[in-house]
C-alpha cells in the first residue's frame, strides 16, 4: 500500500479530520466565492478579508474528500497573514507542484523546478500527481481562492 | 477483461451500473462484422452490404424479440445511447405534442439524462416539469400521484434507481398515467440486463436504454416506442438515411425508425449488440434476476454484519423489489477516499453523485460509492470488497 501511504499523509489525514479555518464570514465585508467540482460533487466556500493588500482573515466551508478538505485546509494556513503578491506565488508554486509528473519527480531534478521549502506543510499533497484523478480535488481550494481574489 | 490483474491482483469489476463488461461473443461478434462484412447500411447492392444491412436490420430484430414488443421492428430506433434516446423523446414526441402549460411527470431519482432534455424543453415551449418525492425507504411516494398526473401527458420514470437500486412499480404507475390521459416512458437503462423486460407486460409507451450496460459495446443505444406513436413524431437529427427525397425546396422524411436514424449507422455496434441481447437470452433473464438478488442479499446481510451502523447502504435494505446496485457511505470517509483505497485492492467502485444529483440532495449527500453486481459477478466479489472497506475504514479511523 506504498502508494497510498504517499497519498495520504500523515499531515493530510491530520487536516482532514481537523480542518484548519472552517467556517464562514460575513459578506459583505468578507468576499466570498464558491468553488465545484463536478467529478465528486465537492463543494467549497471560502470567505476572506482583505485590507491594505493583506489578507487578514479565511474562513472555508462546504465538503469534500479528504484531498480537497486538507488542501483547502493546509491553503488556510498558509495564506493568512500574507500579502497579494506573496499569495498569488504561492499559488502558481503550488499549481506547478501538480503539474509535475510522476517520471519527473523519479529523475530527481523537481526541486530545480520548485521551492518544495517554500510550499512548508502543503508538499505534502506532492504524491497527489501520482492519482491525476485526485490533482482536481487538490487545486479546488486555489482556483477558488484566485477567484475570490480577482474580486479584490 | 475479468482475467485482468490490477497492480498484481485480481480485477473485482463492481461497476456495472456505469457500463459493463462485454463477454467474447459479443466482441467477436463486432470483430468478425468488422473482417468479413463491413460496407455501409440499405446501399450497396453488392454481397457484402447486403451482409451489413442483414446485421443491422437483424439487431432491431433482436432487441425487438428480447423486450417482446408487438410490432418488433418497426418500433426499435437505434440512438447513440439512452440519454440520447431521451433526448430524442422530448426533441420529437415532446416537442410536437406539448403545449405551453402541459406537465412532464419525472421523479426524484431519475438519472440525468431524464432530467436535463424535459428542462430544456421547458425552458423552449414552457412545459411544466413535475417530480414524484421518495420516501425515507427509498421508494417511489406515491400517495400524491393523482394530483401529480392530473393535466401530465407524460409520466417519464426509471425502472431502477442507478443509485438506490430501488425497482419501481412501472406497471403500476403506467396504469396510473394512461388512467390520467398520460403516456408512460421508463428509463430501463438499469433494467435491461438485469431482469427480463416485456414493454407489452409493462403496458409502457417509450421505453430507452444502452447496449453498454447490457453486455454489449458502447455506441449504440434504443428507444423503443409503441408504432402508432412513433409514426407520429417528427424526425429528430437531419441527413441522409432519414429521407424519403430531398429536392431543392425541402425534403421528404421516410417512414418507419429509418425516420430518426440520419447518418451511417452504428454497425458493428449492432452486430454486438445482437450477440449480447442472444447471450442474456441464453442466460435466462429470470435466472439472472435470481442470481443477481442472491449475490445482493448476500452483501447487504455481510456489509451490515461486518460494519455494523459504521456504512450506511442508501437504498432499502429489504431485497424485494430492489436490484444488485449498492451504495455505500461510510461515516467520516468521503466516497472518493473509499474508492481509491479500493482501487488499490483491483476493486471497481463507482463514487460520485451517479448523475443523479436531485437525488442526493433529497438525502443530503454529496457523493456516495456505489458497488454494483452483473451476471458475471461473484460472491468472491463481495469478499474482497468488504476487505477493501475494512481498510478504508482502519486508514482513515
Redesign the interface.
Known amino acids: ?1 506504498s ?2 501511504d504517499d ?2 499523509r500523515e499531515i493530510i ?1 491530520d487536516h ?2 481537523s480542518p484548519r479555518n472552517r467556517g464562514e464570514l460575513p459578506s459583505p465585508p468578507a468576499i466570498r466565492s464558491e468553488g465545484f467540482n463536478p ?5 467549497l466556500v471560502i470567505c476572506v478579508e482583505v485590507q491594505d493588500g493583506v489578507l487578514t482573515n479565511i474562513k472555508i466551508s462546504g ?5 480537497s ?1 486538507a488542501s483547502s485546509s493546509l491553503m488556510s494556513t498558509v495564506v493568512k497573514g500574507k500579502t497579494l503578491e506573496q499569495i498569488d506565488e504561492t499559488i502558481n508554486t503550488f499549481k506547478q507542484l501538480m503539474t509535475v509528473h510522476e517520471s519527473t519527480l523519479q529523475h530527481g531534478d523537481e526541486p530545480a523546478k520548485i521551492d518544495l521549502r517554500a510550499l512548508g506543510e502543503l508538499a505534502a499533497l506532492q504524491g497527489v500527481v501520482n ?1 491525476p484523478v ?1 490533482i482536481k ?1 487538490a487545486t479546488l481550494a486555489w482556483n477558488t481562492l484566485r477567484q475570490a481574489l480577482d474580486e479584490a | 477483461m475479468m482475467s485482468r490483474m490490477v497492480r498484481g491482483l485480481p480485477l473485482t469489476y463492481l461497476d456495472t451500473s456505469a457500463t459493463s463488461l462485454p463477454p467474447r461473443p459479443v466482441i467477436e461478434a463486432m470483430s468478425r462484422y468488422y473482417e468479413l462484412r463491413h460496407s455501409n447500411v440499405h446501399r450497396g447492392v453488392y454481397l457484402t452490404a447486403e451482409e451489413s444491412t442483414a446485421v443491422y436490420e437483424g439487431a432491431r430484430k433482436d432487441v425487438g424479440t428480447f423486450i417482446n414488443a408487438p410490432n418488433g421492428v418497426n418500433e426499435v430506433v437505434f440512438t447513440k445511447n439512452a440519454t440520447e434516446s431521451f433526448n430524442l423523446l422530448a426533441k420529437s414526441w415532446g416537442a410536437a405534442n406539448l403545449k405551453p402549460g402541459d406537465a412532464v411527470v419525472l421523479s426524484v431519482m431519475e438519472h440525468h439524462a431524464n432530467i436535463v432534455p424535459w428542462f430544456q424543453l421547458r425552458d423552449q415551449i414552457g412545459i411544466e416539469i413535475r417530480f414524484i418525492p421518495v420516501g425515507d425507504d427509498y421508494r417511489l411516494d406515491l400517495n400524491s400521484l393523482d394530483e401529480l398526473l392530473d393535466g401530465a401527458k407524460l409520466l417519464s420514470v426509471t425502472g431502477m434507481s442507478n443509485v438506490l437500486g430501488t425497482i419501481n412499480p412501472i406497471k403500476q404507475l403506467a396504469q396510473a398515467a394512461h388512467d390520467h390521459g398520460a403516456l408512460m416512458a421508463i428509463d430501463a437503462a438499469q433494467t435491461i440486463a438485469h431482469s427480463p423486460v416485456d414493454v407489452g407486460d409493462l403496458g409502457v409507451d417509450f421505453l430507452a436504454f444502452s447496449a453498454h450496460k447490457m453486455l454489449g459495446p458502447t455506441g449504440i443505444g434504443v428507444l423503443w416506442a409503441r408504432e402508432e406513436i412513433l409514426a407520429n413524431m417528427p424526425p429528430f437529427l437531419g441527413g441522409g438515411g432519414m429521407i424519403a427525397d430531398v429536392r431543392l425546396d425541402g425534403f421528404t422524411p421516410t417512414s418507419g425508425p429509418a425516420r430518426f436514424e440520419a447518418g451511417t449507422p452504428p454497425i458493428a455496434e449492432a452486430a454486438g449488440l445482437s450477440a449480447a441481447v442472444r447471450y442474456l437470452s441464453n442466460l435466462g433473464m429470470a435466472n439472472v434476476a435470481q442470481y443477481e438478488h442472491d449475490l445482493t442479499l448476500d452483501a447487504l446481510t455481510r456489509l451490515h454484519e461486518t460494519f455494523h451502523g459504521q456504512v450506511r447502504v442508501i437504498g432499502p435494505n429489504s431485497v424485494t423489489d430492489r436490484g444488485g446496485v449498492i451504495s455505500l457511505d461510510v461515516e ?6 473509499i474508492a ?2 479500493l482501487d ?1 485492492f483491483g476493486v471497481c467502485v463507482r ?3 451517479h448523475c443523479a ?1 436531485p437525488l ?1 440532495r433529497r438525502f443530503g449527500l ?2 456516495t460509492a456505489r458497488a454494483s453486481f452483473g451476471p458475471y459477478s461473484l460472491t468472491q466479489d463481495t469478499d474482497v470488497l468488504l476487505e477493501a472497506l475494512a ?1 478504508a475504514i482502519k ?2 479511523g
Open positions: 500500500m502508494n497510498l497519498l495520504y489525514l482532514y479530520r467529478l465528486c460533487g465537492d463543494e465538503q469534500g474528500c479528504s484531498i478538505q492519482f485526485r480535488c | 467520516g470517509v468521503h466516497a472518493h477516499d481509491q483505497v488499490e463514487p460520485g453523485h444529483k442526493m454529496s457523493a481498510h486508514l482513515f
